[in-house]
């Protein structure tokens, strides 16, 4: 059933746009992130990917990442989850649209992305290349942030080749950057027709809520 959902991606998530997205607006001056440093009560968690953390077909409040807040909440938690997913996004169109992402304080980066360079048949090196300035921007714009990575899978009908070494650049990546790894981001929900909506690849809300969970195994050890 996975590898049913994994062919159905090629013919969708690539071309795809979300109903709704939210990226917190970045401050306008050096002054005023000092500011907001400053009057800051609780830490920021950025939820950095594709349609899939955008929340593709569904309201942005049933979205994985909003999930994850309503988790933290119930635990007393001080996290603001923040949800900069854009539907279609690549890791060479995530790399040049970091820098903005990054103007305001974080301190969990949660990268999500990769998918649609498997769709398109990147090559994987520069999959990595590119997933590697992300990480690196991030790090160097706040060197105490914490990321975690989340893996990816790509149709078979790419090759047997090329599919492992897709599949391989986000363990290694995770290993070479010491950052916590989520295996596969849709466990669980990839191929369940009663999970995904009817392009058969998206999650519905329900499906949201077990990706939430795949995320909150790894994010909790983190927060």
């Known amino acids: 059933m996975k590898l049913l959902f994994i062919s159905a991606l090629a013919l969708i998530l690539s071309s795809c746009n979300g109903k709704k997205q939210q990226v917190e607006e970045p401050l306008n001056s050096t002054n005023e992130l000092a500011t907001e440093d400053k009057i800051r009560t609780k830490k920021t968690i950025l939820f950095f990917g594709n349609s899939l953390t955008a929340g593709y077909g569904l309201d942005i409040s049933e979205a994985f990442p909003a999930r994850i807040q309503q988790i933290i909440d119930s635990t007393g938690l001080k996290y603001e989850v923040i949800n900069a997913g854009l539907s279609g996004e690549t890791t060479a169109s995530g790399s040049s649209r970091i820098d903005w992402v990054l103007k305001n304080k974080i301190d969990v980066f949660v990268l999500e992305l990769g998918a649609n360079d498997g769709l398109r048949g990147i ?72 999970l995904n909506l009817e392009d058969g690849i998206h999650p519905t809300a329900i499906g949201h809520g077990l990706v939430a969970q795949n995320v909150w195994k790894v994010l909790k050890n983190v927060l």
Do not use: H
């Not at 989340?150 to 897709?166: C, D, L, R, T």
């Open 123 to 194: 090559p994987t090196e520069e999959t990595e290349k590119n997933l590697q300035e992300i990480i690196n921007s991030v790090k160097a714009k706040y060197q105490d942030v914490t990321i975690v990575l989340a893996g990816m899978m790509v149709p078979p009908n790419m090759g047997e080749k090329y599919s492992k070494s897709f599949r391989e650049v986000f363990p290694r990546l995770a290993e070479k950057n010491d950052v916590p790894f989520i295996p596969f981001l849709l466990e669980g929900v990839a191929g369940n027709p009663d």
